[in-house]
């Protein structure tokens, strides 16, 4: 699957597609040297966790 980044608002932003279900309501990110970008959970604040 393939994302694009879009500005809105002065933001650069990549939309989540459907296929995927965030587990978290906050994400730090990274980018590596060749370009990769990683968001990792902030918080323990999980929805996974909710809702068991």
């Given at each position: 699957?393939?994302v694009?980044?879009?500005?809105?608002?002065?933001?650069?932003?990549?939309?989540?597609?459907?296929?995927?279900?965030?587990?978290?309501?906050?994400?730090?990110?990274?980018?590596?040297?060749d370009?990769?970008?990683?968001?990792?959970?902030?918080?323990?604040?999980?929805?996974?966790?909710?809702?068991?």
């Amino acid at each position: 699957m393939s994302v694009k980044v879009k500005a809105i608002n002065g933001e650069q932003v990549i939309t989540i597609p459907s296929t995927i279900h965030p587990m978290a309501t906050e994400y730090d990110m990274y980018q590596g040297y060749d370009g990769t970008i990683v968001c990792l959970p902030k918080n323990n604040d999980n929805k996974k966790s909710e809702a068991e």
